[in-house]
């Protein structure tokens, strides 16, 4: 597969009165033709922040973004059209981010309208087309944002998203205000689409159960970096970092005979307003030791696997020695 997005140390830093806050700080990844990468991690870590600024929607600090193998890190306005037809992303609250006055109609005619391409007897073909695809009845079409169910105005926001046939689509939390049931249904339309269209998801969320689901790789962020990466099942047999079994480990388990241990952190995060050098997790890290407050870098432990920790060989030896198989007890 080739890479359709790579990010080379990615930034997003802002001016706070107490100095800089390192919100995505040096972030490398890759975004494959086709597949989904998952971006977990607690609230606060950056994972939104890093998805508007892949898009544009924040410009990026430092760092370089490549589309198609193309430096695209400051586009200038008309690259920048372009990519808006490219590059899409599905919002976490569809009520707030659809236009309380635009029916369905008027929401999927918006940008069909300002990219000049359609004619107007080519614009109502086209929204049909749209609401076939998201699965909105043509009885809705003259609806507002609040006659519609919460799933049903998620649908009209990836239906916006797609209008204008993007191949990438930043998902930011986009199932997290949803009933379990129509989450569902969100997701398998997404995959859906996927197969249908080959589109290249950044899937953002902190549910690890719908991670897991729906993506093929998953990077683990922790207060702006990354910490991990690694395809999505390996992930979650072998996880190595010491943040990543916590956060494995608070996933509710349905095996009565063999219940996951919880693992309780202790200590303060870290600030991360000019934070110190070395790796942020360490004081809530049990494991934590003087090198641990060295620069960490992503090492690739097994093949495709990289971690963020000089201890992970190490605490991994009875592992990565036996060379489990599995996807754990998720």
Do not use: W
Request: with cysteine; net charge neutral; charged share 25%.
């Amino acid at each position: 597969m080739s890479a359709l997005v790579e990010l080379k140390g990615l930034k997003r830093y802002f001016d706070t009165p107490k100095g800089k806050l390192h919100a995505v700080d040096d972030i490398n990844m890759v975004f494959e033709e086709g597949t989904t990468m998952g971006v977990v991690g607690e609230s606060g870590c950056g994972k939104s922040t890093l998805a508007r600024t892949i898009i544009h929607l924040q410009q990026p600090t430092d760092g370089q973004i490549l589309y198609k193998g193309e430096d695209i890190t400051y586009p200038n306005r008309k690259q920048l059209r372009k990519l808006r037809e490219e590059m899409q992303i599905i919002f976490q609250d569809p009520y707030s981010t659809l236009n309380p006055r635009y029916t369905v109609e008027d929401t999927l005619k918006e940008p069909l309208v300002l990219s000049g391409q359609y004619e107007k007897a080519s614009l109502d073909k086209q929204i049909t087309k749209l609401m076939d695809m998201i699965g909105i009845s043509g009885r809705l079409r003259m609806a507002y944002p609040h006659e519609l169910s919460g799933g049903r105005r998620q649908r009209v926001g990836i239906g916006r998203a797609l209008a204008m046939n993007p191949k990438f689509i930043a998902c930011d939390e986009p199932v997290a205000s949803l009933d379990v049931s129509i989450q569902a249904q969100i997701i398998n339309l997404l995959e859906d689409l996927q197969k249908d269209f080959g589109l290249t998801y950044m899937f953002v969320t902190h549910d690890l159960s719908v991670v897991r689901h729906i993506s093929h790789n998953i990077s683990v962020m922790y207060l702006g970096q990354l910490v991990e990466t690694s395809p999505s099942k390996e992930l979650f047999a072998k996880p190595l970092h010491p943040y990543t079994k916590a956060l494995i480990s608070a996933v509710p388990s349905t095996d009565i005979d063999a219940p996951r241990q919880r693992i309780r952190l202790k200590g303060e995060l870290m600030s991360p307003i000019n934070p110190k050098p070395g790796c942020r997790f360490a004081p809530r890290c049990p494991y934590a030791t003087e090198a641990c407050h060295q620069p960490q870098q992503l090492e690739e432990i097994l093949p495709g696997h990289m971690v963020a920790c000089c201890r992970a060989r190490e605490l991994n030896e009875d592992l990565l020695a036996k060379g489990q198989e599995g996807e754990g007890n998720v």
